[in-house]
């Protein structure tokens, strides 16, 4: 990612363009082309695809970024869906396993890595937590992204990772759910009427108003790209949304189990 983002820097200014004038250019804000200059951030198709086209299709670009999918710490199914996540304009995320990776603490995202079947080496488990956290950084880098989630209560009574890592994870989650960009929703342990049985899902609006989903099942990942499938699980998670806890009810919720503890 780093030698990518020099070649992208060095064919700019070869071109005579300020960050700026090249980030209007491609439309994307200055802060994603420094991110991508510096290495930070993997560039998305539109990125590559708009840059090529300034800087005069010299096809450079589009052959560094396909030795870019290879990224430490992601799974291999769920790269292409991360990339899709660091664009979007609205990120919706329903969850019934776990915490949402974008929610979790690093004691809790090192339970899980510790828990992992067959175990994973201490490279691996750092690898993966960097990850996380460069995706959590999306809260503050996108601050017009509206991110939404709904987790079922249970997540936390299950207490993964202990007391302590519960309590840490429960002031974490009040704390971003007071970010004006970021809602979070519990859904109470009692619902009769559920439309969320088929498990957990993620949906995102990209920067040209298109919706896609995403949906994971053990060691795989399914990139949902059909509109029609994609309107189907967006009217799902409304009706969640609606049968969820208020986000007022919801810290509340959280609020009166971390005393609990």
Not at 146 to 174: A, M, N, Q, W
């Amino acid at each position: 990612m780093r030698t990518f983002g020099a070649v992208l820097q060095a064919l700019r200014e070869n071109a005579g363009l300020s960050r700026e004038e090249f980030a209007e250019l491609v439309q994307f804000s200055k802060h994603t082309v420094a991110s991508v200059e510096l290495g930070r951030r993997m560039p998305d198709q539109a990125f590559v695809e708009r840059a090529e086209d300034v800087l005069g299709n010299t096809g450079a670009l589009r052959k560094a970024a396909a030795c870019l999918v290879r990224q430490p710490g992601l799974a291999s199914w769920f790269r292409q869906w991360a990339r899709m996540e660091a664009q979007a304009i609205t990120l919706y995320t329903y969850e019934c396993r776990m915490m949402p990776g974008l929610l979790q603490t690093e004691a809790y995202a090192r339970q899980l890595f510790d828990d992992e079947l067959p175990p994973l080496k201490d490279e691996q488990i750092e690898a993966q937590w960097v990850a996380r956290a460069e995706r959590q950084r999306l809260f503050l880098e996108r601050p017009n992204t509206e991110f939404s989630f709904i987790v079922e209560e249970h997540v936390f009574l299950r207490r993964t990772g202990g007391p302590d890592v519960t309590r840490e994870l429960i002031d974490h989650v009040v704390e971003l759910s007071r970010l004006r960009n970021v809602e979070v929703q519990i859904m109470p342990l009692v619902r009769e009427s559920h439309p969320g049985l088929h498990g957990a899902m993620q949906l995102l609006e990209n920067p040209d108003s298109k919706w896609f989903a995403y949906t994971e099942a053990p060691e795989s990942g399914q990139l949902i790209s059909n509109p029609k499938i994609a309107s189907v699980l967006q009217k799902r998670y409304a009706k969640m949304r609606a049968q969820a806890l208020s986000l007022e009810d919801s810290v509340s919720l959280l609020e009166r189990m971390r005393g609990a503890l």
